[in-house]
């Protein structure tokens, strides 16, 4: 159903990380770490200066995929994957992008249903790579039939 989407990508997408913005998120997850919250502390740190929150990146726009069209409903969030080259610092711009990695199909008791794999790149503004994530989007039976074949 997807499988032509495989190697599709979107375009790149500056972001930048502020640090009302990694307060605010810092604050939702319930972590209120001196290295994300603190000027002085991030100062003192390894780091030289604030970081954001591993998860962080979940608020990045990273564009949209040509011609990947889901459905608004009967998307289920599978799993989240980040992994990286090092910390995010409050201020920086990182650019980001997503491809699509793969699709598969499985058929389960709940009927038959497709997952999407989508990783989203983050870069730095020399172009080095920070972070990767991978996420896994199942779609449903209902939303399945719903779509164009």
Known sequence: MLKESI???SEKVK????????????????????LFLDEKAGKESKYGKNI?????PVTFDAGSIPDLKL??????????????????????EVYC?????????KSGNFGDMGFLVITK???????ALLFTEERIVII????RKGMPV
């Open 121 to 127: 790149y983050g870069e730095d503004a020399e172009g």
């Open 15 to 34: 972001n930048t990380i502020e640090r009302g913005a990694v307060r605010k998120f810092a604050e939702a997850i319930s972590d209120p770490s001196p």
């Open 7 to 9: 190697g599709k990508r």
């Open 52 to 56: 954001a929150p591993a998860t962080f």
């Open 140 to 143: 449903n039976e209902a939303a």
């Open 97 to 105: 992008w997503m491809e699509v990695k793969d699709y598969y199909e």
């Open 71 to 92: 459905p608004s409903q009967g998307l289920i969030h599978g799993e989240q994957i980040y992994h990286y080259n090092r910390p995010l610092f409050v201020g920086e």
